[in-house]
């Protein structure tokens, strides 16, 4: 053991793993919420009229054909959302936030993510109801 480490309580590594995990959940939900939002924009902005080679530069990470088949991923997918749940488009949809504010509430646990099979991640209506108000 060099002088930089040293064992702790197991109660102690518990509550880090704990927390840990908690921050890596919270990432990875705030990544598949933030994907879905900017799926959803490229269409928008498709349907605006926008080029897939406009949507490209100013998304600035995407060439064309990413930009394509992200557009065709956001209208295929087919995610099964329960009733009395909003699926990520929705929830910022009806939270009246811009994305970047929605975003950035789920990712601080402003707005929590209800965790479905599959990696999909959803909110409740009551969730997005109350920050809404409380804006």
């Known amino acids: 053991m060099t002088q930089t480490e040293r064992e702790i309580p197991a109660e102690e590594a518990r509550r880090h793993l704990i927390e840990a995990?908690?921050?890596y959940q919270h990432a990875r939900a705030g990544d598949y919420v933030a994907l879905?939002?900017?799926d959803a924009a490229m269409v928008e902005a498709?349907?605006?009229?926008?080029?897939s080679r406009e949507i490209g530069?100013?998304?600035?990470?995407?060439?064309?054909?990413?930009v394509v088949r992200a557009r065709r991923r956001a209208l295929?997918?087919?995610?099964?959302?329960?009733?009395g749940l909003l699926s990520p488009?929705?929830?910022?949809?009806?939270s009246g936030m811009t994305a970047r504010?929605?975003?950035a509430a789920v990712r601080n646990g402003e707005i929590q993510?209800?965790?479905?099979?599959g990696g999909v991640r959803a909110f409740k209506v009551e969730d997005i109801k109350r920050k809404l108000q409380s804006s």
């Not at 530069?57 to 990413?66: C, S, Y």
């Not at 488009?89 to 009806?94: K, P, S, W």
């Open 21 to 23: 995990e908690a921050e």
């Open 57 to 66: 530069e100013l998304v600035g990470d995407m060439g064309q054909p990413n």
């Open 101 to 103: 504010d929605f975003i």
């Open 76 to 83: 295929t997918r087919s995610e099964v959302i329960p009733d």
């Open 46 to 51: 498709h349907r605006a009229g926008l080029s």
């Open 89 to 94: 488009v929705d929830a910022l949809r009806d």
């Open 113 to 117: 993510t209800i965790d479905l099979p």
């Open 36 to 38: 879905r939002i900017r």
